[in-house]
C-alpha cells in the first residue's frame, strides 16, 4: 500500500539557518504531495502541496519540488524562525480524499 | 467564525465507559473525516463521510461508530473504552468528493485520556 517516510526528529536548528527535512513515498499510481504543519495546541494546516511531477510547491519561504524519479518531496527553508518551531507532516493522496501520512517531524528553533 | 471545532477539548474518562465526540464545521464542504494521533504524533484516518454517507472505514474496532446527521456534523462514539483509545482526535473537512481532490481543514482536535 502507499506510504510515506519522514526524516525522524526532532530537528533543533538556531534561527536563520538552512531547513531540510526528508520526505519520500511508496505509491502505486502518481500521487499528489502535500505538506501540512501543526503548531503547539492546534489542529494541522497545509502548508504547500505539489499535483504532478516537477511541481515545485511554496508558502511562507518554505519549498518543496516533486521528484518522480527519486519519490521524494523534501520540505526546504532557507532561513527558519522561531516561529517556524512546530511538526511537520509530508502526506500523499492517490486520488479522492484519503490523505497518508508519514509519521512528523518536530522542528524546534532556538534564538 | 470557527471553520472546524471539536468538542470537547479534553476528555478524561475510565475504562469501559462510553464518550462521544462531537465536530462541525461551517465551511459547507460536503465530506468529513475523523483522525487519530497516537503518543508519538503519528496520524491515521479513520473515517470519511461525504454528503452523510460513509465513503472511508479503515480498520477501525467496531467499538468507535461515526454518525453524520447532516453535511456541517460528524459525530463519533467510542463504546467500552480502553488505554489504547488515548490518542488526540481530529476532525477535518474538505469540499468534494472521492474523485476530486481538495484540501483539508482540521479543528483543533480532541486530547483522551482513558485511565
Known amino acids: 500500500g502507499d506510504s510515506v517516510t519522514q526524516m525522524e526528529g526532532p530537528v533543533t536548528l538556531s534561527e536563520e539557518a538552512f531547513l531540510t527535512i526528508n520526505c519520500t513515498y511508496t505509491?502505486?499510481?502518481?500521487?499528489?504531495l502535500f505538506w501540512y504543519v501543526q503548531y503547539p495546541g492546534e489542529g494541522l494546516q497545509l502548508l504547500l502541496k505539489a499535483t504532478k511531477a516537477d511541481d515545485k510547491g511554496s508558502n511562507k519561504g518554505f519549498e518543496a519540488t516533486y521528484r518522480k524519479e527519486t519519490t521524494s518531496f523534501h520540505l526546504e527553508k532557507g532561513s527558519v524562525q522561531v516561529s517556524d518551531s512546530a511538526v511537520y507532516f509530508c502526506a500523499l493522496s492517490e486520488g479522492g480524499n484519503k490523505l497518508v501520512f508519514g509519521a512528523g517531524t518536530i522542528l524546534r528553533v532556538k534564538s | 467564525d470557527t471553520a472546524v471545532s471539536q468538542t470537547p477539548k479534553y476528555l478524561v474518562t475510565q475504562m469501559g465507559n462510553d464518550k462521544s465526540i462531537k465536530c462541525e464545521q461551517n465551511l459547507g464542504h460536503d465530506t468529513m473525516y475523523w483522525y487519530k494521533q497516537d503518543s508519538k504524533k503519528f496520524l491515521k484516518i479513520m473515517f470519511s463521510y461525504n454528503n452523510k454517507e460513509l465513503i472511508i472505514n479503515e480498520t477501525v474496532p467496531n467499538r468507535f461508530s461515526p454518525k453524520s446527521p447532516d453535511k456541517a456534523h460528524l459525530n463519533l462514539h467510542i463504546n467500552s473504552l480502553e488505554l489504547g483509545d488515548s490518542a488526540v482526535y481530529f476532525c477535518?473537512?474538505?469540499?468534494?468528493?472521492?474523485?476530486?481532490?481538495?484540501?483539508?481543514?482540521f479543528g483543533p482536535g480532541t486530547r483522551l485520556t482513558v485511565t
Open positions: 477535518a473537512s474538505s469540499q468534494g468528493d472521492s474523485r476530486n481532490l481538495y484540501e483539508q481543514y
Open positions: 505509491a502505486t499510481g502518481y500521487p499528489s
